[in-house]
């Protein structure tokens, strides 16, 4: 090959990496004074639905906490599972979101899929899509968390993944999992499906981490 051919070739500009939308870039610049010192290091979601909470955890070297909890702005439906596309149901159970699933053009401002349907939810022939935790006040059968409150999380899950996380678990509980309130409804035609949740709720209770082997539930 002619020395100038090759010359050139060595030369070339090395291929430019994507770059993220405005609206992530301006997201990032928007939440980082209060929480960039927490960029980059694992998180995990936990919902909620009775207290409409949504608390998102990071990981500091092999400890778990909650760095901030959120009011959940709009979520349709009752307690009890997500069955089927158009019940207006917000899911109960174990999810993942994986980067494929962040969208940054939602027309909810930033959103992200939680993983719903999973293999538990397919073996029982439950059906639906597009399940996400996004921006806005309004939603259904998803969890609406604000423009706001989407920007931090929506960022630190974001941050997470960029530094290898490969996906972000989200555990979605009706209620806080204690032996008196599963007493309470002890009659509930959803109390055999929630006692499938219970061992994780009481794992990250006692160990204040994700509960490992459970997201087939």
């Given at each position: 090959?002619?020395?100038?051919?090759?010359?050139?070739?060595?030369?070339?500009?090395?291929?430019?990496?994507?770059?993220?939308?405005?609206?992530?870039?301006?997201?990032?610049?928007?939440?980082?004074?209060?929480?960039?010192?927490?960029?980059?290091?694992?998180?995990?979601?936990?919902?909620?639905?009775e207290d409409w909470e949504?608390?998102?955890?990071?990981?500091?070297?092999?400890?778990?906490?909650?760095?901030?909890?959120?009011?959940?702005?709009?979520?349709?439906?009752?307690?009890?599972?997500?069955?089927?596309?158009?019940?207006?149901?917000?899911?109960?159970?174990?999810?993942?979101?994986?980067?494929?699933?962040?969208?940054?053009?939602?027309?909810?401002?930033?959103?992200?899929?939680?993983?719903?349907?999973?293999?538990?939810?397919?073996?029982?022939?439950?059906?639906?899509?597009?399940?996400?935790?996004?921006?806005?006040?309004?939603?259904?059968?998803?969890?609406?968390?604000?423009?706001?409150?989407?920007?931090?999380?929506?960022?630190?899950?974001?941050?997470?993944?960029?530094?290898?996380?490969?996906?972000?678990?989200?555990?979605?509980?009706?209620?806080r999992m204690t032996p008196?309130?599963?007493?309470?409804?002890?009659?509930?035609?959803?109390?055999?499906?929630?006692?499938?949740?219970?061992?994780?709720?009481?794992?990250?209770?006692?160990?204040?981490?994700?509960a490992p082997g459970t997201?087939?539930?």
């Amino acid at each position: 090959m002619p020395l100038d051919i090759l010359q050139a070739m060595n030369t070339q500009a090395a291929p430019q990496q994507p770059t993220e939308p405005d609206r992530v870039v301006q997201a990032r610049k928007h939440v980082a004074p209060e929480l960039g010192a927490y960029f980059g290091r694992p998180v995990f979601i936990r919902i909620i639905k009775e207290d409409w909470e949504l608390e998102l955890w990071t990981r500091d070297n092999e400890q778990w906490s909650i760095l901030k909890t959120y009011e959940i702005a709009g979520m349709s439906g009752e307690l009890g599972p997500k069955t089927a596309e158009g019940d207006c149901q917000a899911p109960e159970g174990f999810y993942e979101a994986t980067p494929r699933g962040l969208n940054p053009r939602s027309k909810y401002h930033l959103s992200f899929n939680i993983g719903y349907p999973n293999a538990f939810d397919v073996s029982l022939g439950r059906t639906g899509s597009y399940i996400m935790i996004h921006g806005s006040d309004v939603s259904i059968g998803c969890f609406a968390m604000t423009d706001a409150g989407i920007e931090e999380i929506y960022t630190m899950v974001n941050e997470a993944f960029k530094a290898g996380q490969s996906c972000v678990p989200v555990q979605v509980y009706p209620f806080r999992m204690t032996p008196e309130r599963m007493k309470k409804d002890a009659t509930s035609p959803h109390y055999d499906f929630w006692k499938l949740l219970l061992p994780g709720w009481l794992h990250t209770e006692q160990y204040r981490e994700p509960a490992p082997g459970t997201y087939e539930i």
